[in-house]
T-cell receptor, first 113, second 116 residues
Framework: AQTVTQSQPEMSVQEAETVTLSCTYD???????LFWYKQPPSRQMILVIR??????QNATENRFSVNFQKAAKSFSLKISDSQLGDTAMYFC??????????FGQGTRLTINP | ETGVTQTPRHLVMGMTNKKSLKCEQH?????MYWYKQSAKKPLELMFV???????ENNSVPSRFSPECPNSSHLFLHLHTLQPEDSALYLC???????????????FGPGTRLTVT
């Protein structure tokens, strides 16, 4: 069975700082995708970044980047120059073939002014 | 309208009521999903529809009845719910690439359901 674990229930940083959210996962498959989703207080779940497991290069999307360690089954999200609008729940998720997205428990991130 | 929309945004219903949640996707996708998000629990996949056909029912009680009349619309019919069914219900869509394979899912804003 696939599992996704986020070990940090809450994090808090000052505006403009860099923050890293952790995620580990377990799967027996070789081909899969990993995602980070953001859910602000408005509740809309927004895709932040995705990583294909067969790509060794870490995905980046503006201030967001990942550190994908396939052997360690680790997929952390780094947010650089954090902004107040980054305050949200962040979910790590795994999907393989069957369209079943498996989510972690989420990390509540607060950016303080 | 753009993306994935859901109505209503909030719903309060008694345990004997019958209500329906509606989802519409404007992305041209061919797969749609229902998820349940409860407090302090990971999102749970409830149903998957590919090309209007249900391909996944994740052991959901029969008091939840999905309907997908076309690839753009998805409904969740509710009847005789329990208080523990109170949650945020999220709809999502994606474009299925190839047989059985998917890609990122795009979510609607959700319906906050309270069962009294």
């Amino acid at each position: 069975a696939q599992t996704v674990t986020q070990s940090q229930p809450e994090m808090s940083v000052q505006e403009a700082e860099t923050v890293t959210l952790s995620c580990t996962y377990d799967t027996s498959e070789n081909n899969y995708y990993l995602f980070w989703y953001k859910q602000p207080p408005s509740r809309q779940m927004i895709l932040v970044i995705r990583q294909e497991a067969y790509k060794q290069q870490n995905a980046t999307e503006n201030r967001f980047s990942v550190n994908f360690q396939k052997a360690a089954k680790s997929f952390s999200l780094k947010i650089s120059d954090s902004q107040l609008g980054d305050t949200a729940m962040y979910f790590c998720a795994l999907i393989q073939g069957a369209q079943k997205l498996v989510f972690g428990q989420g990390t509540r991130l607060t950016i303080n002014p | 309208e753009t993306g994935v929309t859901q109505t209503p945004r909030h719903l309060v219903m008694g345990m004997t009521n019958k209500k329906s949640l509606k989802c519409e996707q404007h992305l041209g996708h061919n797969a749609m999903y229902w998820y349940k998000q409860s407090a302090k629990k990971p999102l749970e996949l409830m149903f998957v529809y590919n090309f209007k056909e249900q391909t996944e029912n994740n052991s959901v009680p029969s008091r939840f009845s999905p309907e997908c009349p076309n690839s753009s619309h998805l409904f969740l019919h509710l009847h005789t719910l329990q208080p523990e069914d109170s949650a945020l219900y999220l709809c999502a869509s994606s474009q299925v690439i190839g047989l059985g394979s998917g890609y990122e899912q795009y979510f609607g804003p959700g319906t906050r359901l309270t069962v009294t």
